[in-house]
Structures are given as C-alpha cells and as structure tokens.
Nanobody, 124 residues
Framework: QVQLVESGGGLVQPGGSLRLSCAAS????????IAWFRQAPGNEREFVGR????????DYGDSVKGRFTISRDNAKNTASLQMNSLKPEDTAVYYC?????????????????WGQGTQVTVSS
C-alpha cells in the first residue's frame, strides 16, 4: 500500500498563497489517483480537488475553483496543492488521499489511503 505525508501548512494572511505537498512512498505513485480534502472543526471532510493518475484530468470543489490548483510529479512521487487568494474560510486541516480505482471520485469514502493532515490557518 502507499503511505502519504503532507507538508507545507501554516499561517497565512487573507489574500495570500500557500503550497501544500503530498509525498508518497511504498508503491508506484502513478497507480494512484490523488485527491485533497479538508476538514474544519465541527464540519465534515470536504472535497477540495483531485487529479488523475497521470495528471491528465483534474476536478475541483466549487468553493476553491479558480483559486486552487492540483499538480503531480510521478517521477518524484509527489502531488501539490497550490492555494491562492486564500480566505479565512479556507482554514482547515488539509489531507492528501489516494485510490487505485478508475474514474472520478469526490467523496472521502472512495479513497483508501490517507495522510495525517497539515493545518492551514488563514487569518490576519
């Protein structure tokens, strides 16, 4: 199975940018579609975006569309989430997730492998 480790979280002012990374180990990275989810206190885990196994397709949640971009580098076994124009409501723990099944998937239950999460706080 694949192991995932997120990094890059922190405190950023509204309107700022942050780039999260997801480092994978254990299995061939290109076997997995990757998604990012986030969870704020008291809320359910929310779909942020996903990228296909070779990066040919991406999808984003409505709340981040146009501001966030997902990419991956299979040679380096990493995926990234570039977050621009950050808002206080983007504050959450961000998780990287992976699945081997084909097709698009937008719910947490469709992903089998998860990282430990990284905190993003948007505040002045």
């Amino acid at each position: 199975q694949v192991q995932l480790v997120e990094s890059g979280g922190g405190l950023v002012q509204p309107g700022g940018s942050l780039r999260l990374s997801c480092a994978a180990s254990g299995r061939t990275f290109s076997n997995y579609a990757i998604a990012w989810f986030r969870q704020a206190p008291g809320n359910e885990r929310e779909f942020v975006g996903r990228i296909s196994r070779f990066g040919g397709s991406t999808d984003y949640g409505d709340s981040v569309k146009g501001r966030f971009t997902i990419s991956r580098d299979n040679a380096k076994n990493t995926a990234s989430l570039q977050m621009n124009s950050l808002k206080p409501e983007d504050t959450a723990v961000y998780y990287c997730a992976a699945r081997t099944s084909g097709g698009s998937a937008f719910t947490a239950s469709e992903y089998s492998y998860w990282g430990q999460g990284t905190q993003v706080t948007v505040s002045s």
